[in-house]
């Protein structure tokens, strides 16, 4: 079987339990780090699917490995290669189909629920109408022309758009008790800079992980 391209590109935002689901269905993936210099491929079929991770910067940055990603992103998409995004990587999703990536009314950090919206979303979720999942985000995606919105909550109206295979979310539901403790030290300085409530603090982050 070929393998899911995962494109990390930040050190601390790798793929966390996507990689474990993947590996308890026996299927093979690759880490592209670009935050280390890596290249992005240019063919998206010797891939099974393409999976977007966060990371700190905008998709609207005049970035070399953005706009390479978003043509891989268009390719795969014309290619019916499925697409997953986390986050930046939805945001990512949603800016190559054609939609806007702009400033959410609200920081967006910790834990909150989410909810289910439509009859697409049975599809993914099944009969699970809502859920806690992970944010950390300024920013937001509009939905693209064809795609449906399949969860939003009360801070974020557009929490995941899905277009047939292709699904892009701006929580995070890849996390994994590690990566809340290192998210919750190293953004300390934001969490006190964006008070309010829909940011957390890194001591409720970290409760009953």
């Not at 290669?81 to 910790?110: K, S």
């Not at 047939?164 to 701006?170: E, I, K, S, T």
Request: proline share 7%; with cysteine; hydrophobic share 40%.
């Amino acid at each position: 079987m070929k393998p899911v391209a995962i494109f990390r590109h930040t050190p601390g935002e790798g793929p966390g339990y996507f990689a474990t689901f993947l590996d308890s269905h026996s299927i093979p993936w690759r880490v592209y780090a670009i935050d280390q210099g890596e290249s992005v491929p240019s063919d998206p079929t010797p891939f099974s699917g393409l999976c977007f991770m966060g990371g700190p910067m905008s998709v609207n940055d005049p970035l070399d490995w953005i706009a390479d990603e978003l043509e891989l992103i268009r390719d795969g998409a014309a290619r019916n290669v499925p697409l997953i995004g986390h986050c930046l990587g939805g945001q990512l999703i949603a800016r190559a189909l054609g939609a806007e990536v702009l400033r959410n009314p609200v920081r967006e950090i910790g834990w909150g629920a989410v909810r289910a919206e439509g009859a697409a979303a049975e599809d993914w979720f099944g009969s699970l109408g809502a859920f806690d999942a992970f944010h950390w985000h300024g920013e937001t995606f509009s939905i693209p022309r064809g795609a449906t919105r399949i969860l939003t909550n009360q801070w974020c109206e557009n929490q995941a758009f899905a277009l047939g295979q292709h699904l892009a979310m701006q929580c995070h539901v890849e996390m994994t008790a590690a990566m809340v403790r290192l998210w919750s030290r190293e953004g300390a300085r934001e969490i006190l800079a964006h008070p309010g409530p829909s940011v957390q603090s890194p001591e409720q982050m970290r409760e009953n992980l």
